[in-house]
């Protein structure tokens, strides 16, 4: 009897077991609720009176020049229709619903939350004019640096509670914390901000550290933070919160029961959404749901959108364009799959050869410039992307003013890398035809990467500079061992690109002040310090140290005057360029995709400053189409067909 | 090899492998292949076999390189020898070029449209199966890939039976204590995760080593997880085979311990090790060609059935040809090592010659 007892006891433990690894969302909300830290919270307010600072709205000046941005251009278009179901493929299971703390920043990231959760207001995707977010209007006072914030007394978070000025104090709290195990954000809202003033319930202050041009946008684009979510916030954090989706301002929740682990997540748009009738909102967000299901393979993610199992699919390879879905294809010309290009505008990705100038041989400017020339980026632009991309210019394309446009990158040219080999010391060819010097040291190095899918560009650019004596070695790691080994500057060249953020001004400090590239790079006097040591873990990953170019970026990163800023960055891009550790590779001057007919978008397609098509979810889609159109493909009706709509409106500008 | 002719037993088991055709032709297939690749650069290459220009000859298929200078063109780089004989043509001179069957190299992109992308085969380009995605010729690195596989096949085999067969050995004939806890390290050790473990060594490798070196590592690391299952059959066959009379009495002659290791018990096992090997093949190329399907494997651009067939599997509407080419020569090679593996487990099979009543 007790033996029956016990093994069903054990049945049941690993029943229970099983179910607890299986349904994480289930089992973590069953935590102990009882936890508040308001007293914790209020006590670090108290310990910083400098930083939290309790005002009354008699305090509030009485000069601010109030803006609320309602005079800009409609976003959407009118005539959307509310409704459907969007479906859409992510590459990987978010590793948890938190958007902060460790494993946070996922792939899927972006859909979980990047694209619904809301600032103050947000500079307007054609002009970059600040509209209203969760603000109903705001004023900026240049000479304090700070901004103030009138909380739109409407704005709710998505568990309807009520967003106030205490949110945004809790905000500076929650980053502060060393709870949140997010080391950037502790450090950012610790040093760019200095204060934040409490008028009442719906009107706040924010000071930031420095008068930058661009002050407004650090104080607008801050988001506040539910202080009711977050009461239990603790040593435990990472755990607590691993499956619990934090309420937000945005359109779209996610509901436990809409999660199925490894599988697929649901997010479903709140009908009752508290800015549904708002001017810049009210014609955007128009899909009840968004469908987000996990595949992880490219091919398998094609044939998904050929079957019309997903509604979009953003086309990034030539041969995908080109190949698979030409214009003939049956599909296109039925006009069942529409294709369209929209040129875009804003920063750009900087795909290039990246190289690290403290290693042997690269740090002789002339090899540097040699493997400039050695690059073949024209033919594999013409050749592998078919001219659907273009040359970029420097390492910080996209920004208006910032960006130095009279730098030309350099093009292949066999005799002027062979020249600079030559004066390298690089003069002799060996058997295998690559260069040698004096000493017998091949002209040869590693090119580290991760980007498998660009893997036939790295295999041109290799064969075509063995034409002037350059052996390139292609490394292919994976993502985290590529960017470790180029982190550890154990790299000779790396291939990568970093996707920029979509601000004024490029920052130059992290790539090229001798500050993340040695420890004491300098002498008081300005000569090389002998005895430096590089240093890892930064983004100078070329190892830059350049007296000058050090109080240059050091005067442009404290200047508060546009114009003097502008100088610099063109000088400094100069500077950067003669320096030729970056050789830049090619720019996406447009995002392409290829849609099923019944996914609708607005006129004019997109929008100016977006780096996706469905980024600003202005499209809306038909469910009376989708069947139709489905239906019509059995029975070989077939509509007008739609093989390449080119939106180039906003071409040619940055 | 000096054992197979000593052995009149083995000599019989051979004329019956011969007599097994399917197996047999199948052995001389692959034999010729493997010839032919040995000499792989005089027929598949982008260098001429032969130049003769103003009156000398070059042959610079195996000679170092040759500027397109040495031959009166105006570029400093690799000569384009398909380019040099079209010239030497069209100028009408005495000077000639010679070049191989197939006159493209694994490595080069030959577009034909000025873009690279997979080109259907066409004879008249002498792009027999085609082009891959990025226009090089895929014959040129089937052979090549094939090659690199082969090669790395039998190294690998001759690997892992050294070792399987030493530890085996030892195990069977020593015992004890030794065998005891040989065989829980074999279970431990055969227990880690091979993939993992060539992810992890491989992203510690430094980057100055050549494609050889990296080569020859991943060979060392594949080695390294698959040399415990040989053991096994060793450890039980050397202790069958210990027990038997004739060992009993070489010990009792004063045979040493190596003596009747290598004289007396290795040739009599050495049929099951014989009938083992073409699988082991099978099993070493199916194994590099998932690995650089995955993109664990040889370092790009090394040309590799592996690689081609992940290029097929993306280009399946689009380029047919390369997921058949890559494909049709895996299953080719697959199925001939294995007929060869069936011949030589038959022939080597002692129930032909027993009658059980």
Redesign the interface.
């Known amino acids: 009897m007790m033996t029956k007892f016990s093994f069903r006891f054990a049945l049941v433990a690993t029943a229970a077991f099983l179910t607890a690894c299986g349904g994480g969302s289930e089992s973590t909300n069953t935590v102990d609720t009882s936890l508040d830290n308001t007293q914790e919270v209020n006590d670090y307010y108290a310990a910083n009176p400098d930083f939290f600072t309790f005002a009354t709205i008699n305090d509030l000046p009485n000069d601010l020049v109030w803006e609320d941005g309602m005079d800009e251009p409609d976003l959407g278009s009118p005539d959307a229709v509310k409704g459907g179901t969007f479906y859409e493929s992510i590459e990987d299971f978010p590793p948890t619903l938190r958007f902060v703390g460790p494993d946070s920043n996922f792939s899927s990231r972006s859909w979980i939350a990047g694209y619904y959760r809301m600032g103050y207001a947000w500079p307007h995707p054609n002009t970059r004019n600040f509209i209203p977010g969760i603000a109903e209007s705001w004023a900026i006072d240049d000479d304090t640096s700070t901004v103030y914030i009138k909380i739109n007394p409407e704005a709710r978070w998505s568990d309807d509670e009520p967003i106030t000025s205490d949110d945004q104090f809790f905000a500076f709290y929650f980053f502060q914390s060393e709870y949140i195990q997010a080391p950037f954000y502790n450090n950012h809202y610790n040093t760019e901000y200095t204060n934040i003033t409490r008028y009442d319930e719906h009107t706040f202050s924010v000071t930031m550290a420095t008068a930058k041009p661009d002050m407004a946008e650090y104080g607008l684009g801050l988001n506040p933070i539910p202080q009711h979510f977050y009461k239990e916030l603790g040593e435990d954090f990472p755990e607590r919160y691993q499956w619990r989706y934090e309420p937000h301002a945005g359109a779209y929740t996610i509901d436990d029961q809409n999660i199925d682990m490894g599988v697929r997540i649901v997010l479903e748009r709140k009908k009752d959404w508290w800015a549904k009738d708002n001017k810049y909102f009210r014609n955007l967000y128009n899909v009840d749901r968004i469908n987000l299901t996990v595949m992880r393979d490219?091919?398998k993610r094609y044939e998904a959108f050929r079957r019309g199992d997903v509604d979009m699919m953003r086309v990034v390879t030539a041969?995908m364009w080109?190949?698979?879905l030409p214009p003939t294809d049956p599909d296109v010309a039925g006009g069942y799959i529409h294709k369209a290009t929209f040129f875009n505008g804003g920063p750009r990705s900087n795909w290039g050869l990246w190289m690290n100038s403290s290693r042997p041989y690269l740090d002789n400017q002339d090899v540097r410039i040699g493997i400039q020339y050695a690059a073949n980026w024209d033919l594999v632009i013409?050749?592998?992307f078919?001219g659907d991309v273009e040359r970029l210019k420097t390492q910080n394309d996209g920004y208006p003013d910032f960006s130095n446009l009279n730098i030309e990158p350099r093009s292949f040219n066999?005799d002027l890398a062979?020249e600079h080999f030559a004066k390298a010391g690089f003069t002799e060819?060996?058997?295998?035809?690559i260069l040698r010097n004096a000493q017998g040291d091949r002209l040869a190095f590693?090119l580290?990467t991760h980007y498998?899918r660009l893997?036939?560009v790295?295999?041109?650019l290799?064969?075509e500079a063995?034409?002037?004596?350059l052996e390139i070695?292609?490394?292919?790691?994976?993502g985290a061992?590529s960017f470790r080994?180029a982190q550890e500057r154990?790299?000779?060249i790396y291939f990568v690109s970093f996707s920029p953020q979509l601000v004024m001004y490029p920052d130059y400090w992290q790539y090229f002040h001798s500050d993340n590239a040695y420890d004491d790079a300098f002498l008081e006097d300005g000569s090389v310090n002998p005895d430096r040591k590089i240093k890892t873990q930064t983004n100078n990953l070329q190892v830059v140290a350049d007296f000058e170019l050090d109080q240059w970026i050091e005067e442009y990163d404290s200047s508060e005057d546009y114009d003097r800023m502008v100088e610099l960055s063109q000088m400094i891009q100069e500077k950067v360029y003669d320096y030729a550790s970056f050789s830049p590779g090619f720019v996406e001057v447009n995002y392409r995709t290829a849609y099923w007919r019944w996914v609708q978008w607005p006129e004019g397609f997109n929008f100016r400053f977006t780096t996706y098509p469905y980024e600003m979810f202005a499209f809306w889609i038909d469910p009376e189409m989708r069947q139709a159109t489905m239906d019509a493909r059995r029975n070989g009706e077939t509509f007008e067909p739609h093989a390449d709509d080119v939106y180039d409106q906003f071409k040619g500008l940055q | 090899m000096s054992l197979l002719k000593l052995n009149p037993q083995t000599v019989k088991k051979l004329r019956r492998f011969r007599e097994i055709k399917r197996g047999y032709y199948s052995f001389l297939i692959l034999m010729a292949f493997l010839f032919l690749s040995l000499i792989g650069e005089m027929l598949i290459n982008n260098k001429a076999l032969i130049v003769s220009y103003e009156g000398d000859w070059y042959f610079p298929t195996y000679?170092?390189?040759h500027?397109g200078t040495d031959f009166g063109l105006d570029?400093?780089?690799?000569t384009n020898y398909r380019d040099l004989q079209k010239h030497f043509q069209e100028s009408g001179s005495d000077n000639w070029v010679l070049m191989p069957i197939i006159p493209y190299s694994p490595?080069?992109?030959d577009?034909s449209t000025?873009?690279?992308?997979?080109e259907a085969p066409d004879a008249s380009k002498q792009h027999y199966l085609g082009t891959d995605?990025?226009s090089r010729d895929i014959l040129a690195r089937l052979f090549y890939g094939t090659r690199i596989a082969l090669v790395f096949a039998i190294g690998f085999m001759a690997a892992v039976y050294l070792i399987g067969v030493a530890v085996g050995c030892a195990m069977g004939y020593l015992g004890g204590m030794f065998d005891i806890l040989s065989q829980r390290l074999i279970e431990i050790w055969s227990n880690i995760p091979f993939l993992y473990m060539v992810?992890i060594v491989?992203?510690v490798i430094p980057?100055?080593f050549?494609?050889f070196s990296r080569i020859l590592i991943l060979l060392g690391v594949m080695v390294l997880f698959s040399w415990t299952s040989m053991t096994y059959y060793m450890r039980t066959e050397t202790y069958k085979e210990k027990s038997r009379d004739y060992v009993a009495a070489a010990k009792v002659l004063g045979a040493s311990n190596t003596r009747i290791v290598f004289r007396h018990i290795l040739p009599n096992v050495l049929s099951t090790l014989v009938t083992f090997m073409p699988f082991t093949i099978v099993s070493a190329i199916s194994a590099i060609t998932a690995l650089d399907f995955l993109?664990f494997g040889l370092?790009?651009?090394t040309p590799s059935l592996g690689e081609l067939l992940k290029q097929g599997?993306?280009?399946?509407?689009?380029?047919p040809w390369i997921v058949m080419s890559a494909f049709g020569t895996l299953v080719v090679l697959l199925t001939l090592v294995t007929f060869v593996g069936e011949a030589i487990r038959e022939s080597f099979d002692p129930k032909k010659f027993t009658l059980y009543k």
Request: proline share 9%; hydrophobic share 30%.
């Open positions: 490219a091919a041969d080109h190949d698979n013409s050749n592998y078919r066999i062979l060819r060996g058997p295998d035809g590693t580290t498998e893997g036939d790295f295999t041109i290799k064969e063995i034409k002037a004596g070695r292609v490394e292919m790691l994976d061992a080994k154990q790299h000779d | 000679s170092a390189f500027p570029y400093p780089y690799e490595y080069e992109n577009g000025g873009i690279f992308r997979p995605t990025t992810i491989f992203s980057d100055a050549t494609i993109g370092p790009p651009p599997t993306q280009t399946l509407r689009t380029a």
